[in-house]
């Protein structure tokens, strides 16, 4: 008989993590590729609405329960004129769109994305050009949309038929500006005055709303962690948010050492916590910076075949990249680990939502589908509602080649206390063995075990097609509830939503 290897947990609900921000279930588009266009927006499809929104995608997308989302770029917004996308549509210019060097027709703008927005029933966060722009444009921009009305560019919203204020209260100010492959790419000094006098400017148009400072566009920058002290040390009392961005992948084919990648992610939360705290102890402050991860996902399979594409072209195939099964694995701890820091990570967002990088695909004229990355998401973003416990575990460990202590089993745990119901998250990410996971829930008293879905495929490399659904979860997890703990089996390499519920008498 083989002994399985068992990892201890204990999920208590005392050992509270945080209230749930469900803006961490946030997506992003961008103008970029077919995100917009052939994504979100294709009048000719035989599944347009009236306004030429697919409804296929929609219905995806309500899957997701996605509660905001981040646009309109991305690197494309540093050099974008929002006056361009709003109007009549006949009369909106095509412009170079420099970030990616194509052709931006403007068909889809500010009010059209707000009414997409509304029905996929989330919140739009809104970024504002601080790359070739600054705090006029930024200022005129938020008064077109917030303003009820009685100046020039509220009245210039209601005149394009849009009465009453889109109320945006998110706004990103600029994208990743430490990067040097930015239109307007800025120093951290040149940034953060900038962010400031933006932040004051826009907060006098309407004090109500959240901003986002940039931060590192990932922790290889050279300049990471100083950019965000120094952007900090100029904006910490006008702004709310720090923006992280980070990117993975299995470039070396190492899957125990991809895999563990999220912990990468885990030390970079941890750094930037630390370095808005120690602003804060500097500044003599009560106010406390959140983080907002709002660029975050695996991107890499693409990077060659984008190289190929013809410059100035219009909507072309960028950043498609088609996700296999252990990316699944990867995002669902990326996932995992905005639970375990729910107390400061209050906005994350997938990038992207449609076609770039994305959970959800789709062909021009032709099918919708789901993504491997889609199912550890929608499980997360479905069940993760409500308050985050701190889950007490031990699991037997490995060392790959960037990283030591890697614990085979990653998870985290919610409660939410209004459906009285728990759900235990977990990835197996030993490659060749199964795990036992033991819970003590014994703190749920009253509480039954009604499911254990799972993710699990023999090829690491599977993926999903428009033809084939390869990667899908099933029910048949195999787990038991006695006397106050689960043990659940936890397959090799699998993802795995363990749900409790408190039995109604
Ligand atoms: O999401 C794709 C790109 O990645 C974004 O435009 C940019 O902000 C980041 O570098």
Redesign the pocket.
Known sequence: MVVLQKAKMIVDKDFRVSEIDERIYGS?I?H?GRAVYGGVYEPDHPDADENGFRKDVIELVKELQVPIVRYP????VSAYNWEDGVGPKEERPRRLEL?WRTIETNEVGTNEFVDWANLVHSEVMMAVNLGTRGIDAARNFIEYCNHPGGTYYSDLRKNHGYEKPHNIKTWCLG??MD?P?QVGHKTAEEYGRLALETAKAMRLVDPTIELVACGS?NTSMPTFPEYEATTLEHTYEAIDYISL?Q?YGNRNNDTANYLAKSMDMEHFIKTIISTCDYMKAKKRSKKTINLSFD?WNV?YHSNDQDKQIEPWSIAPPQ?EDVYNFEDALLVGSMLLTFLRHSDRVKIACM??LVN??APIMTENDGKAWKQSIFYPYAHVSTFGRGVALRPVVSSPKYDSKDFTDVPYIDSAAVYNEEKEEVTIFAVNRHLEEALVLDADVRSFEGYELIEHIVLENDDLKAVNTATSENIRPHLNGISTLHDGFVEAKLSKASWNVIRLKKVKR
């Open positions: 992003f961008e970029l770029g991305g690197n494309m970030a994208n990743e990067g492959w566009s961005h990117y660029e991107w950043l990038a992207q770039v990088i």
